[in-house]
């Protein structure tokens, strides 16, 4: 299983920014983030084939997963960026159908891409 992450960039605060998971499966897949010096968190993640999503507390209304099952993506949209959004933000898919927040439950990882937010 081969996940890509894309769609990082530097922007500024308030800004939106869309990120891509290039992900070819029929399972749940999840974005999560690791920002210097802390630990890997959860994000947000749709099942398959995209009925259900779950969203961190600190993202909640401010992004959304959606993804497209003929393009084999799954885009993690964010909106009103704050400077602590500035982190890696990785894509992963789990051997289950259904989203999950928990890190440990996911099996394949894709490459990271960095967000930065300035103030």
Known sequence: VQLQ???????QAGDSLKLSC???VRTA???FRQAPGKEREFVAAISWPG???????SV??????SRDNTKNTVDLQMNSLKP???AVYY???RDNQYPSESL????????????????
């Not at 009925?51 to 507390?57: E, L, N, Y």
């Not at 909640?60 to 997963?65: C, D, E, L, P, Y």
């Open 5 to 11: 992450a894309s769609g990082g960039g530097w922007v």
């Open 22 to 24: 290039a992900a070819s």
């Open 29 to 31: 897949v999840g974005w």
């Open 51 to 57: 009925t259900k999503t779950a969203f961190a507390k």
């Open 60 to 65: 909640k209304g401010r992004f959304t997963i």
């Open 84 to 86: 602590e959004d500035t």
């Open 91 to 93: 894509c992963a898919t």
């Open 104 to 119: 440990n439950d996911y099996n394949y990882w894709g490459q990271g891409t960095q967000v930065t937010v300035s103030s």
